[in-house]
């Protein structure tokens, strides 16, 4: 077996293939066109039971890029992660401590919906 470490780039080709995305080197009788989340459930299989890809690959809930997760994260759950880029976007709910998404607009933006109802 060859114990070369799989990129995030490779990955990302991993990914458009699966997507229906051009290939440059490979001919495939039938391409598969998964959505971008199915095809993250590929990779974590690969991931978790095949040990092939490594475990810090994540795809991000809100953008659905593929991002390090050793370079910083949220999670909003278990199988929920959100990338740097996007977490300036998430506060945490003051009353439950839920992600919630941060609105500009929103003068009371660190309640999330569910806690404003109960407050109601």
Excluded: W
């Excluded at 439950?96 to 998404?101: H, R, S």
């Amino acid at each position: 077996m060859n114990n070369t470490e799989v990129t995030i780039e490779q990955v990302e080709q991993f990914i458009s293939m699966l997507t229906g995305g051009e290939l440059e080197n490979l001919i495939l009788v039938e391409q598969p066109k998964l959505s971008k989340r199915a095809a993250f459930c590929v990779v974590y299989y690969l991931q978790e039971e095949m040990r092939i890809i490594p475990d810090t690959f994540e795809m991000c809930m809100d953008c659905e890029d593929i991002f390090d997760a050793q370079y910083g994260y949220i999670r909003q759950s278990d199988n929920a992660h959100i990338c740097p880029d996007c977490a300036s976007e998430y506060r945490y709910c003051i009353e439950c401590g839920t992600l919630v998404p941060f609105d500009d607009d929103d003068d009371d933006d660190d309640v999330c919906q569910r806690c404003k109802k109960t407050d109601s």
